[in-house]
């Protein structure tokens, strides 16, 4: 399984940016997907996930209202849109692929990763 992450960049303040994450290989759809991002010197935190069908989605307190988790299971992709960005958004993003059951909070919930794309908001 591979998962292929896209979609970073440089951004101002109150930008809007869209993350792809293009799962291949192994594939099934019917996988709860998550999203995480690591600041430098910070540990990785939790940002979104959706459930494999799409009718649930959870996000960090930080983002919520701003950013929005998506799926296309015919297209094997997630989505996240980030508006309204901020400073404080700036980090590598990580999609993942969750391999236990329950909202997939943590990092270890989640056994594949992608290899994650910057996005960086400028002040």
């Known amino acids: 399984v591979q998962l292929q992450t896209s979609g970073g960049g440089l951004v101002q303040a109150g930008g809007s940016l869209r993350l792809s994450c293009a799962v291949s290989g192994r594939t099934s759809s019917m996988y709860d997907m998550g999203w995480f991002r690591q600041a430098p010197g910070k540990e990785r935190e939790f940002v979104a996930a959706i459930s494999w069908s799409g009718d649930k989605a959870y996000y960090a307190d930080s983002v919520k209202g701003r950013f929005t988790i998506s799926r296309d299971n015919a297209k094997n992709t997630v989505y996240l849109q980030m508006n309204s960005l901020k400073p404080e958004d700036t980090a590598v993003y990580y999609c993942?692929?969750?391999?236990?059951?329950?909202?997939?909070?943590?990092?270890?919930?989640?056994?594949?990763w992608g290899q994650g794309t910057l996005v960086t908001v400028s002040s």
């Open positions: 993942a692929r969750k391999g236990s059951s329950g909202p997939g909070y943590y990092p270890n919930q989640y056994n594949y």
